[in-house]
Protein backbone atom coordinates (compact mmCIF):
# COMPACT_ATOMS: atom_id res chain seq x y z
CA UNK A 1 0.00 0.00 0.00
CA UNK A 2 1.07 3.10 -0.44
CA UNK A 3 -0.26 6.78 -0.61
CA UNK A 4 1.97 9.68 -2.44
CA UNK A 5 0.69 12.56 0.36
CA UNK A 6 0.53 12.33 4.02
CA UNK A 7 -3.29 12.99 5.30
CA UNK A 8 -2.29 16.07 7.12
CA UNK A 9 -1.15 17.99 4.04
CA UNK A 10 -2.92 20.43 3.59
CA UNK A 11 -1.89 21.66 -0.03
CA UNK A 12 -3.78 18.26 -1.03
CA UNK A 13 -6.47 17.85 1.69
CA UNK A 14 -9.27 19.18 -1.09
CA UNK A 15 -7.73 16.94 -3.98
CA UNK A 16 -9.96 14.06 -4.50
CA UNK A 17 -8.73 10.54 -3.99
CA UNK A 18 -7.66 7.57 -6.59
CA UNK A 19 -7.05 4.33 -5.72
CA UNK A 20 -5.22 2.26 -8.35
CA UNK A 21 -5.13 -1.33 -7.57
CA UNK A 22 -2.02 -2.82 -9.80
CA UNK A 23 0.12 -5.62 -8.89
CA UNK A 24 2.99 -4.51 -10.86
CA UNK A 25 4.76 -1.73 -9.32
CA UNK A 26 6.30 0.10 -12.48
CA UNK A 27 2.60 0.73 -13.74
CA UNK A 28 1.41 2.23 -10.37
CA UNK A 29 4.40 4.58 -10.37
CA UNK A 30 3.55 5.64 -14.22
CA UNK A 31 -0.32 5.92 -13.42
CA UNK A 32 1.07 8.28 -10.57
CA UNK A 33 3.13 10.05 -12.18
CA UNK A 34 0.71 10.94 -14.63
CA UNK A 35 -1.70 12.17 -11.81
CA UNK A 36 -0.28 13.07 -8.95
CA UNK A 37 -0.12 17.22 -9.65
CA UNK A 38 -4.30 16.90 -9.69
CA UNK A 39 -5.07 14.24 -7.30
CA UNK A 40 -4.23 12.07 -4.17
CA UNK A 41 -3.15 9.03 -4.93
CA UNK A 42 -3.43 5.33 -3.16
CA UNK A 43 -1.65 2.56 -4.28
CA UNK A 44 -2.72 -1.05 -3.88
CA UNK A 45 -1.30 -4.22 -5.18
CA UNK A 46 -4.04 -6.96 -4.97
CA UNK A 47 -8.03 -6.78 -4.22
CA UNK A 48 -7.38 -7.45 -0.80
CA UNK A 49 -4.94 -4.86 -0.29
CA UNK A 50 -7.71 -2.39 -1.96
CA UNK A 51 -10.74 -3.71 0.37
CA UNK A 52 -8.42 -2.25 3.05
CA UNK A 53 -8.04 1.37 1.56
CA UNK A 54 -11.40 1.89 0.57
CA UNK A 55 -13.04 0.65 4.14
CA UNK A 56 -10.81 3.27 5.58
CA UNK A 57 -10.74 6.13 3.03
CA UNK A 58 -13.55 7.58 0.74
CA UNK A 59 -12.22 7.25 -2.68
CA UNK A 60 -13.46 9.41 -5.30
CA UNK A 61 -12.14 7.32 -8.39
CA UNK A 62 -10.69 3.73 -8.83
CA UNK A 63 -8.82 2.59 -11.42
CA UNK A 64 -8.23 -1.03 -11.72
CA UNK A 65 -5.82 -3.28 -13.76
CA UNK A 66 -8.04 -6.31 -15.71
CA UNK A 67 -5.47 -9.25 -14.92
CA UNK A 68 -4.28 -9.88 -11.66
CA UNK A 69 -3.46 -12.51 -9.10
CA UNK A 70 -6.80 -13.82 -7.40
CA UNK A 71 -9.84 -11.72 -8.92
CA UNK A 72 -9.92 -10.10 -12.14
CA UNK A 73 -10.20 -6.54 -12.39
CA UNK A 74 -13.92 -6.88 -13.97
CA UNK A 75 -14.87 -8.96 -10.83
CA UNK A 76 -13.45 -7.04 -7.96
CA UNK A 77 -14.88 -3.74 -9.59
CA UNK A 78 -18.37 -5.53 -9.38
CA UNK A 79 -17.93 -6.39 -5.60
CA UNK A 80 -16.79 -2.31 -5.55
CA UNK A 81 -20.05 -1.50 -6.57
CA UNK A 82 -22.22 -3.11 -4.22
CA UNK A 83 -20.21 -1.64 -1.31
CA UNK A 84 -18.78 1.47 -2.11
CA UNK A 85 -21.16 2.24 -5.07
CA UNK A 86 -20.34 5.83 -4.71
CA UNK A 87 -16.36 5.36 -6.40
CA UNK A 88 -16.46 5.76 -9.83
CA UNK A 89 -15.29 2.90 -11.41
CA UNK A 90 -12.69 2.69 -14.39
CA UNK A 91 -10.98 -0.34 -15.67
CA UNK A 92 -7.47 -0.63 -17.44
CA UNK A 93 -6.71 -3.65 -19.81
CA UNK A 94 -4.98 -4.80 -23.38
CA UNK A 95 -6.77 -5.23 -26.77
CA UNK A 96 -6.73 -9.30 -25.62
CA UNK A 97 -9.00 -8.52 -22.83
CA UNK A 98 -11.32 -6.14 -24.67
CA UNK A 99 -14.47 -9.35 -25.18
CA UNK A 100 -14.13 -10.05 -21.11
CA UNK A 101 -14.56 -6.20 -20.52
CA UNK A 102 -17.50 -5.77 -22.72
CA UNK A 103 -19.04 -8.77 -20.83
CA UNK A 104 -18.64 -7.94 -17.46
CA UNK A 105 -18.70 -3.64 -18.05
CA UNK A 106 -22.16 -3.08 -17.12
CA UNK A 107 -22.44 -5.70 -14.41
CA UNK A 108 -19.65 -3.56 -12.75
CA UNK A 109 -20.96 -0.22 -13.39
CA UNK A 110 -17.79 0.50 -14.86
CA UNK A 111 -17.65 4.26 -15.98
CA UNK A 112 -14.71 3.47 -18.46
CA UNK A 113 -12.17 1.53 -20.10
CA UNK A 114 -8.74 2.46 -21.06
CA UNK A 115 -6.83 0.22 -23.18
CA UNK A 116 -2.85 -0.50 -22.86
CA UNK A 117 -0.93 0.40 -24.15
CA UNK A 118 -2.65 4.33 -22.18
CA UNK A 119 -2.05 7.56 -23.49
CA UNK A 120 -0.89 9.96 -20.45
CA UNK A 121 -3.18 12.57 -21.58
CA UNK A 122 -5.97 10.72 -21.85
CA UNK A 123 -5.74 8.85 -18.76
CA UNK A 124 -5.74 12.07 -17.06
CA UNK A 125 -8.47 13.07 -18.74
CA UNK A 126 -10.35 9.75 -17.98
CA UNK A 127 -10.21 10.52 -14.63
CA UNK A 128 -10.88 13.78 -14.39
CA UNK A 129 -14.57 13.30 -15.87
CA UNK A 130 -14.75 10.47 -13.64
CA UNK A 131 -13.84 12.61 -10.48
CA UNK A 132 -16.10 15.58 -12.16
CA UNK A 133 -18.82 13.18 -12.85
CA UNK A 134 -18.64 11.95 -8.96
CA UNK A 135 -18.99 15.27 -7.87
CA UNK A 136 -21.83 16.00 -10.01
CA UNK A 137 -23.44 13.08 -8.85
CA UNK A 138 -23.68 13.74 -5.23
CA UNK A 139 -24.45 17.18 -6.00
CA UNK A 140 -27.78 16.06 -7.73
CA UNK A 141 -28.15 13.60 -4.86
CA UNK A 142 -28.25 16.70 -2.58
CA UNK A 143 -30.25 18.69 -4.75
CA UNK A 144 -33.18 16.09 -5.08
CA UNK A 145 -33.02 16.28 -1.08
CA UNK A 146 -33.73 20.13 -1.53
CA UNK A 147 -36.45 19.43 -4.04
CA UNK A 148 -38.21 17.09 -1.65
CA UNK A 149 -38.31 19.88 0.92
CA UNK A 150 -40.05 21.47 -1.46
CA UNK A 151 -36.82 24.23 -1.69
CA UNK A 152 -36.10 25.79 -5.05
CA UNK A 153 -32.07 25.39 -4.19
CA UNK A 154 -32.14 23.16 -7.25
CA UNK A 155 -32.97 26.54 -9.62
CA UNK A 156 -30.37 28.78 -7.35
CA UNK A 157 -27.68 26.15 -7.58
CA UNK A 158 -28.09 25.88 -11.46
CA UNK A 159 -28.09 29.71 -11.98
CA UNK A 160 -25.21 29.83 -10.01
CA UNK A 161 -22.82 27.20 -11.60
CA UNK A 162 -24.22 28.17 -14.96
CA UNK A 163 -22.89 31.95 -13.53
CA UNK A 164 -19.95 30.40 -12.44
CA UNK A 165 -18.56 28.32 -15.43
CA UNK A 166 -19.65 31.19 -18.04
CA UNK A 167 -17.14 33.20 -15.83
CA UNK A 168 -14.63 30.17 -15.59
CA UNK A 169 -14.53 29.94 -19.81
CA UNK A 170 -14.88 33.53 -20.85
CA UNK A 171 -13.21 34.40 -23.91
CA UNK A 172 -11.46 36.97 -21.89
CA UNK A 173 -10.16 34.11 -19.71
CA UNK A 174 -7.80 32.82 -22.59
CA UNK A 175 -4.40 34.76 -21.55
CA UNK A 176 -3.26 37.02 -23.83
CA UNK A 177 -1.33 39.76 -24.74
CA UNK A 178 -3.10 42.97 -25.62
CA UNK A 179 -2.89 42.79 -29.89
CA UNK A 180 -2.66 39.40 -30.37
CA UNK A 181 -3.50 37.44 -32.47
CA UNK A 182 -5.85 35.71 -30.81
CA UNK A 183 -8.37 39.07 -29.98
CA UNK A 184 -9.25 38.81 -33.52
CA UNK A 185 -10.05 35.11 -33.76
CA UNK A 186 -12.08 35.36 -30.29
CA UNK A 187 -13.78 38.23 -31.65
CA UNK A 188 -14.96 35.90 -34.43
CA UNK A 189 -15.58 32.46 -31.91
CA UNK A 190 -17.63 34.98 -29.52
CA UNK A 191 -19.65 35.72 -32.90
CA UNK A 192 -20.10 32.52 -34.36
CA UNK A 193 -21.37 31.29 -30.57
CA UNK A 194 -24.55 32.37 -30.55
CA UNK A 195 -25.67 30.73 -33.79
CA UNK A 196 -26.22 27.12 -33.55
CA UNK A 197 -23.49 26.28 -36.23
CA UNK A 198 -21.11 23.53 -36.50
CA UNK A 199 -17.47 24.67 -35.45
CA UNK A 200 -14.27 22.95 -36.25
CA UNK A 201 -11.46 24.36 -34.85
CA UNK A 202 -7.90 23.66 -36.49
CA UNK A 203 -4.16 23.78 -34.51
CA UNK A 204 -1.31 21.80 -33.44
CA UNK A 205 -1.87 19.98 -30.31
CA UNK A 206 -1.04 22.20 -26.96
CA UNK A 207 -2.42 25.33 -28.41
CA UNK A 208 -5.80 25.37 -26.13
CA UNK A 209 -8.33 23.96 -28.82
CA UNK A 210 -10.49 22.45 -25.70
CA UNK A 211 -10.27 25.63 -24.02
CA UNK A 212 -11.97 27.79 -27.12
CA UNK A 213 -14.17 24.95 -27.09
CA UNK A 214 -15.75 25.52 -23.95
CA UNK A 215 -15.92 29.10 -24.22
CA UNK A 216 -18.20 28.69 -27.59
CA UNK A 217 -20.52 26.36 -25.46
CA UNK A 218 -20.71 28.65 -22.46
CA UNK A 219 -21.28 32.06 -25.01
CA UNK A 220 -24.00 29.92 -26.40
CA UNK A 221 -27.96 29.68 -25.94
CA UNK A 222 -26.92 25.83 -25.42
CA UNK A 223 -24.68 27.28 -21.82
CA UNK A 224 -26.84 25.56 -19.59
CA UNK A 225 -27.30 22.22 -21.05
CA UNK A 226 -24.38 19.86 -20.58
CA UNK A 227 -20.89 19.95 -22.45
CA UNK A 228 -19.19 16.41 -22.88
CA UNK A 229 -15.81 15.75 -24.63
CA UNK A 230 -14.45 13.00 -25.98
CA UNK A 231 -10.78 12.28 -27.22
CA UNK A 232 -11.52 10.50 -30.73
CA UNK A 233 -7.55 9.23 -31.28
CA UNK A 234 -7.44 7.58 -28.15
CA UNK A 235 -10.71 4.74 -28.43
CA UNK A 236 -10.50 2.37 -31.05
CA UNK A 237 -13.41 2.67 -33.98
CA UNK A 238 -15.42 -0.62 -32.05
CA UNK A 239 -15.49 0.91 -28.20
CA UNK A 240 -15.99 4.56 -29.91
CA UNK A 241 -19.22 4.06 -31.36
CA UNK A 242 -20.95 2.80 -28.27
CA UNK A 243 -19.54 5.46 -26.12
CA UNK A 244 -20.63 8.33 -28.38
CA UNK A 245 -24.23 6.46 -29.97
CA UNK A 246 -24.55 3.77 -26.84
CA UNK A 247 -25.82 0.33 -27.35
CA UNK A 248 -29.23 -1.60 -26.23
CA UNK A 249 -28.90 -4.31 -23.56
CA UNK A 250 -27.94 -7.50 -25.93
CA UNK A 251 -26.58 -5.59 -28.42
CA UNK A 252 -23.21 -7.85 -27.69
CA UNK A 253 -21.94 -10.09 -24.92
CA UNK A 254 -22.02 -8.57 -21.65
CA UNK A 255 -23.91 -6.30 -22.89
CA UNK A 256 -26.70 -6.68 -20.08
CA UNK A 257 -27.78 -3.16 -19.65
CA UNK A 258 -28.83 -0.46 -21.96
CA UNK A 259 -25.66 2.26 -22.10
CA UNK A 260 -26.67 6.10 -23.06
CA UNK A 261 -24.15 7.18 -25.40
CA UNK A 262 -22.27 10.66 -24.77
CA UNK A 263 -24.50 12.00 -27.44
CA UNK A 264 -27.58 11.77 -25.94
CA UNK A 265 -26.07 12.83 -22.56
CA UNK A 266 -25.38 16.02 -24.19
CA UNK A 267 -28.69 16.51 -25.57
CA UNK A 268 -29.64 20.11 -24.96
CA UNK A 269 -25.90 20.77 -25.21
CA UNK A 270 -22.54 20.60 -27.10
CA UNK A 271 -20.64 17.63 -28.12
CA UNK A 272 -16.80 18.04 -28.25
CA UNK A 273 -14.86 15.67 -30.54
CA UNK A 274 -10.97 16.27 -30.08
CA UNK A 275 -8.87 14.52 -32.87
CA UNK A 276 -11.67 14.26 -35.31
CA UNK A 277 -9.10 13.45 -38.04
CA UNK A 278 -8.18 10.24 -36.04
CA UNK A 279 -11.31 8.47 -37.11
CA UNK A 280 -11.95 5.72 -39.81
CA UNK A 281 -13.79 5.92 -42.81
CA UNK A 282 -16.14 3.99 -41.25
CA UNK A 283 -16.88 5.39 -38.44
CA UNK A 284 -16.98 8.82 -40.30
CA UNK A 285 -20.40 7.66 -42.11
CA UNK A 286 -22.02 6.60 -39.34
CA UNK A 287 -21.02 10.05 -37.33
CA UNK A 288 -22.15 11.85 -40.73
CA UNK A 289 -25.69 9.90 -40.55
CA UNK A 290 -26.02 11.58 -36.92
CA UNK A 291 -25.40 14.81 -38.23
CA UNK A 292 -27.45 14.89 -41.29
CA UNK A 293 -31.07 13.50 -39.66
CA UNK A 294 -30.73 14.56 -36.16
CA UNK A 295 -30.94 11.51 -34.48
CA UNK A 296 -28.53 8.67 -33.80
CA UNK A 297 -29.46 4.20 -33.36
CA UNK A 298 -27.71 2.73 -30.24
CA UNK A 299 -25.80 -0.51 -31.35
CA UNK A 300 -28.35 -3.23 -31.35
CA UNK A 301 -30.84 -0.83 -31.68
CA UNK A 302 -33.87 -0.62 -34.43
CA UNK A 303 -34.95 2.25 -33.44
CA UNK A 304 -33.66 5.95 -34.23
CA UNK A 305 -33.10 8.21 -31.25
CA UNK A 306 -33.51 12.35 -31.59
CA UNK A 307 -30.76 13.82 -30.40
CA UNK A 308 -30.19 18.24 -30.29
CA UNK A 309 -26.57 18.57 -29.99
CA UNK A 310 -24.27 21.40 -31.38
CA UNK A 311 -21.10 19.52 -32.70
CA UNK A 312 -17.52 21.65 -32.09
CA UNK A 313 -14.78 19.45 -33.34
CA UNK A 314 -11.05 19.75 -33.16
CA UNK A 315 -8.00 18.06 -35.00
CA UNK A 316 -4.18 18.85 -35.77
CA UNK A 317 -4.11 17.16 -38.87
CA UNK A 318 -4.65 19.68 -41.84
CA UNK A 319 -8.03 18.01 -42.47
CA UNK A 320 -8.32 19.76 -46.02
CA UNK A 321 -5.73 18.13 -47.21
CA UNK A 322 -7.16 14.60 -46.16
CA UNK A 323 -9.95 15.34 -47.56
CA UNK A 324 -7.89 15.65 -51.22
CA UNK A 325 -6.08 12.96 -50.38
CA UNK A 326 -9.15 10.94 -49.63
CA UNK A 327 -8.19 9.88 -46.17
CA UNK A 328 -11.43 12.20 -44.63
CA UNK A 329 -15.09 12.04 -46.09
CA UNK A 330 -15.44 15.41 -47.67
CA UNK A 331 -19.13 15.55 -46.69
CA UNK A 332 -18.58 15.20 -43.10
CA UNK A 333 -15.95 17.54 -43.55
CA UNK A 334 -18.17 20.38 -44.75
CA UNK A 335 -20.76 19.16 -42.44
CA UNK A 336 -18.57 19.59 -39.53
CA UNK A 337 -17.02 22.95 -40.92
CA UNK A 338 -19.77 25.08 -40.42
CA UNK A 339 -17.44 27.43 -39.48
CA UNK A 340 -13.65 26.79 -38.92
CA UNK A 341 -11.09 28.48 -36.33
CA UNK A 342 -7.55 28.09 -36.52
CA UNK A 343 -5.34 28.28 -33.02
CA UNK A 344 -1.99 29.88 -34.26
CA UNK A 345 0.94 28.16 -32.48
CA UNK A 346 2.60 29.89 -29.80
CA UNK A 347 5.53 30.97 -31.70
CA UNK A 348 3.55 32.67 -34.16
CA UNK A 349 2.15 34.92 -30.83
CA UNK A 350 5.76 35.20 -28.85
CA UNK A 351 3.69 38.35 -27.21
CA UNK A 352 1.66 35.67 -25.71
CA UNK A 353 4.16 33.97 -23.65
CA UNK A 354 4.85 36.09 -20.91
CA UNK A 355 0.96 36.65 -19.85
CA UNK A 356 0.94 33.06 -20.29
CA UNK A 357 4.10 32.28 -18.34
CA UNK A 358 2.65 34.58 -15.52
CA UNK A 359 -0.90 32.48 -15.14
CA UNK A 360 1.24 29.50 -15.36
CA UNK A 361 3.69 30.33 -12.48
CA UNK A 362 0.98 31.38 -9.83
CA UNK A 363 -1.22 28.01 -11.14
CA UNK A 364 1.62 25.66 -10.75
CA UNK A 365 3.08 27.77 -7.52
CA UNK A 366 -0.15 26.90 -5.91
CA UNK A 367 -0.17 23.09 -6.92
CA UNK A 368 3.19 22.53 -5.72
CA UNK A 369 2.80 24.87 -2.94
CA UNK A 370 5.11 27.20 -3.42
CA UNK A 371 2.52 30.22 -3.82
CA UNK A 372 4.12 33.84 -4.56
CA UNK A 373 6.49 32.43 -7.38
CA UNK A 374 8.03 35.33 -9.86
CA UNK A 375 10.50 35.21 -12.69
CA UNK A 376 14.10 36.50 -12.20
CA UNK A 377 14.86 39.73 -14.64
CA UNK A 378 15.99 38.26 -17.86
CA UNK A 379 13.57 34.69 -17.42
CA UNK A 380 10.82 35.81 -19.41
CA UNK A 381 13.35 37.24 -22.09
CA UNK A 382 14.63 33.59 -22.38
CA UNK A 383 10.87 31.99 -22.35
CA UNK A 384 10.17 34.14 -25.27
CA UNK A 385 13.30 33.57 -27.46
CA UNK A 386 12.08 29.16 -27.34
CA UNK A 387 9.65 28.23 -30.59
CA UNK A 388 7.93 25.83 -27.90
CA UNK A 389 6.98 23.42 -30.76
CA UNK A 390 5.09 21.66 -27.69
CA UNK A 391 2.68 25.03 -27.51
CA UNK A 392 1.16 25.40 -24.02
CA UNK A 393 1.32 21.92 -22.88
CA UNK A 394 5.41 22.39 -22.81
CA UNK A 395 5.40 25.96 -21.14
CA UNK A 396 3.93 24.23 -18.47
CA UNK A 397 5.76 21.39 -18.17
CA UNK A 398 8.93 23.55 -18.24
CA UNK A 399 7.67 26.00 -15.74
CA UNK A 400 6.83 22.77 -13.20
CA UNK A 401 10.32 21.26 -13.58
CA UNK A 402 12.32 24.89 -13.24
CA UNK A 403 9.71 25.55 -10.21
CA UNK A 404 10.62 22.05 -8.49
CA UNK A 405 14.49 22.44 -9.65
CA UNK A 406 14.84 26.36 -8.20
CA UNK A 407 15.07 27.46 -4.39
CA UNK A 408 13.10 31.06 -3.54
CA UNK A 409 11.01 32.43 -4.92
CA UNK A 410 12.66 33.78 -7.79
CA UNK A 411 12.53 31.78 -10.79
CA UNK A 412 15.73 32.34 -12.83
CA UNK A 413 16.82 31.16 -16.49
CA UNK A 414 19.03 28.76 -15.50
CA UNK A 415 16.52 26.66 -14.13
CA UNK A 416 15.11 25.67 -17.31
CA UNK A 417 16.04 23.07 -19.53
CA UNK A 418 18.93 23.39 -22.05
CA UNK A 419 16.70 22.83 -24.79
CA UNK A 420 14.70 26.25 -23.74
CA UNK A 421 18.27 28.08 -23.13
CA UNK A 422 19.59 27.10 -26.59
CA UNK A 423 16.65 28.64 -28.00
CA UNK A 424 18.47 31.80 -27.17
CA UNK A 425 20.50 31.45 -30.42
CA UNK A 426 18.37 31.27 -32.73
CA UNK A 427 19.54 27.45 -33.80
CA UNK A 428 16.56 25.12 -32.08
CA UNK A 429 14.05 27.98 -34.29
CA UNK A 430 15.42 26.88 -37.42
CA UNK A 431 15.37 23.23 -36.85
CA UNK A 432 11.71 23.44 -35.31
CA UNK A 433 10.03 26.44 -37.21
CA UNK A 434 12.29 26.59 -41.04
CA UNK A 435 13.64 30.01 -41.43
CA UNK A 436 12.19 31.38 -37.65
CA UNK A 437 15.01 31.36 -36.40
CA UNK A 438 16.54 34.24 -38.36
CA UNK A 439 13.98 36.24 -36.58
CA UNK A 440 16.70 35.98 -33.99
CA UNK A 441 19.92 36.97 -36.19
CA UNK A 442 20.86 40.75 -36.90
CA UNK A 443 19.31 42.63 -39.89
CA UNK A 444 20.87 45.30 -39.87
CA UNK A 445 24.36 46.78 -39.58
CA UNK A 446 27.70 46.60 -40.93
CA UNK A 447 29.50 43.10 -40.50
CA UNK A 448 31.73 44.07 -37.53
CA UNK A 449 28.44 44.94 -35.85
CA UNK A 450 26.11 41.77 -37.21
CA UNK A 451 29.18 39.50 -35.85
CA UNK A 452 29.35 41.09 -32.71
CA UNK A 453 25.61 40.60 -31.99
CA UNK A 454 26.13 37.00 -32.69
CA UNK A 455 29.06 37.19 -30.32
CA UNK A 456 27.09 38.03 -27.34
CA UNK A 457 23.80 35.67 -28.14
CA UNK A 458 26.74 32.70 -28.73
CA UNK A 459 28.21 33.84 -24.95
CA UNK A 460 24.94 34.76 -23.25
CA UNK A 461 23.46 31.19 -24.52
CA UNK A 462 26.33 29.35 -23.38
CA UNK A 463 26.89 30.84 -19.89
CA UNK A 464 23.42 30.08 -19.12
CA UNK A 465 23.56 26.66 -20.37
CA UNK A 466 26.36 26.19 -18.10
CA UNK A 467 24.76 27.92 -14.62
CA UNK A 468 26.87 30.56 -15.16
CA UNK A 469 30.47 28.52 -15.08
CA UNK A 470 32.77 30.95 -16.66
CA UNK A 471 35.84 28.06 -16.38
CA UNK A 472 33.30 25.30 -18.55
CA UNK A 473 32.37 28.09 -20.17
CA UNK A 474 35.67 29.86 -21.32
CA UNK A 475 36.65 25.94 -21.94
CA UNK A 476 34.23 24.95 -24.08
CA UNK A 477 34.65 28.40 -26.40
CA UNK A 478 38.16 28.47 -26.38
CA UNK A 479 38.70 31.30 -24.16
CA UNK A 480 41.28 32.04 -21.44
CA UNK A 481 38.94 32.88 -17.87
CA UNK A 482 40.39 36.55 -18.91
CA UNK A 483 39.39 36.76 -22.35
CA UNK A 484 35.89 35.50 -21.36
CA UNK A 485 35.57 38.74 -18.53
CA UNK A 486 37.20 41.30 -20.88
CA UNK A 487 34.20 39.91 -23.67
CA UNK A 488 31.31 39.88 -21.16
CA UNK A 489 32.59 43.41 -20.09
CA UNK A 490 32.75 44.48 -23.34
CA UNK A 491 29.10 43.39 -24.29
CA UNK A 492 28.01 44.19 -21.01
CA UNK A 493 26.71 40.63 -19.94
CA UNK A 494 28.05 40.54 -16.78
CA UNK A 495 25.68 38.51 -14.65
Known amino acids: MHTDRPDNDPASADLPLVLVVDDEVRSQDAIRRTLDEEFRILTAGSADEAR????????????????????????????????????????????????DIIAGVNEAGIYQYVLKPWVPDHLLQTVRNAAEARTLQQGLSRLELDLRAGTSVLRHRRADRLAQARATFDFDRIERAPGSPLDALCEMAARVARYDLSVLILGESGTGKELLARAIHYASPRAAGPFVLENCAAIPDTLLESELFGHK?????????????????AHGGTVFLDEIGETSPAFQVKLLRVLQEGELRPVGSTRAVPVDVRV???????????????????????????????????????????????????????????????????????????????????LRNEIARAVALSEGNSLPAEAFSTSVLQGQTGRHHA?????????????????????????????????????WNKTHAAKELGLSRVGLRAKLQRFGLEK
Open 249 to 265: RGAFTGAYEDHVGLFQR
Open 52 to 99: VLMEREEVAVILCDQRMPGLSGVEFLREVRERWPEAVRIIISGYTDSE
Open 431 to 467: AAAGDAGAAALPQSGTLQERLDAIEAMVLRETLLRLR
Open 312 to 394: VAATHRRLAEDVAAGRFREDLYYRLAGITLQMPPLRERAGDIAPIARRLLDEVGQELGRPGMRYADGTLAVLMGYPWPGNIRE
